[in-house]
C-alpha cells in the first residue's frame, strides 16, 4: 500500500483573487460612505428648507407693535392674555446647557412626543446651566408656561443670555441644564 500523498504546487492566481476580491471590498466600502455622506447632506438640506418653510407658514410671530394708549394694554399683553398656541404650531429650539454630549437630542424626542415642533437642536452659548429653563420670545410666556408644566421645568424667563437668532425662528428655547 503505498500512502504517500501527492504534492500539489502553489496555485498563484487564489492568491491574487483573494487581493482583488479584498480591494474590491475596500473600494465598494468607500463608495458607500461616500454616497451615504452625500445623501445625508442632501437630506439634511433638503428637511431644513422644508422645516423653516413650515414654520413660516404656520407659526404666527410676535406682535411687535404697542398700544399709544396707557389705558389700552399692548399687543404683546393682549396676545400673554389670550393663551397659548396649541402644541402643535408651538415652536421650540432645544439647547444643551449641561455639556452632557446628547442631552439636547435626548430632550428634543421628548418635546416632540408631546406634539410640540422642534426647530432644532444645539449647544446653548454656556454648559453651566444648574436646571432646566424655558425661555420665551416677546408674546410666547403661556406657551412658554404650558411647556415647562409638561416637562415639570421650574424656570420659566423671557430670553435671558439668549438672542433671538439663538432661538432659529423659534418662539421658544428650552434649554437643558444639569
Do not use: C
Not at 30 to 41: D, E, P, Q, S, T
Not at 150 to 170: F, N
Amino acid at each position: 500500500m503505498d500512502h504517500s500523498v501527492e504534492y500539489a504546487p502553489p496555485q498563484p492566481w487564489r492568491a491574487a483573487a483573494m487581493v482583488a476580491t479584498a480591494i474590491a471590498a475596500v473600494e465598494l466600502f468607500i463608495l458607500l460612505m461616500i454616497g451615504f455622506v452625500f445623501g445625508a447632506k442632501a437630506f439634511s438640506d433638503k428637511t431644513q428648507t422644508a422645516t423653516t418653510a413650515a414654520i413660516q407658514r404656520e407659526v404666527p410671530q410676535a406682535a411687535h407693535s404697542q398700544a399709544t394708549a396707557k389705558d389700552q394694554p399692548s399687543a404683546q399683553e393682549k396676545k400673554d392674555q389670550s393663551g397659548p398656541l396649541p402644541r402643535g404650531k408651538t415652536s421650540v429650539v432645544v439647547l444643551n446647557g449641561n455639556g452632557i454630549p446628547g442631552a439636547a437630542a435626548t430632550s428634543a424626542d421628548q418635546v416632540h412626543s408631546l406634539r410640540y415642533i422642534v426647530t432644532a437642536t444645539g449647544n446653548a452659548p454656556s454648559t453651566d446651566f444648574a436646571a432646566s429653563v424655558v425661555m420665551f420670545r416677546p408674546g410666547f410666556k403661556p406657551a412658554a408656561k404650558r411647556l415647562a408644566g409638561d416637562l415639570s421645568v421650574k424656570r420659566v424667563t423671557p430670553l435671558d443670555g439668549l438672542t433671538k437668532g439663538d432661538l432659529q425662528g423659534a418662539q421658544l428655547a428650552l434649554v437643558i441644564g444639569g
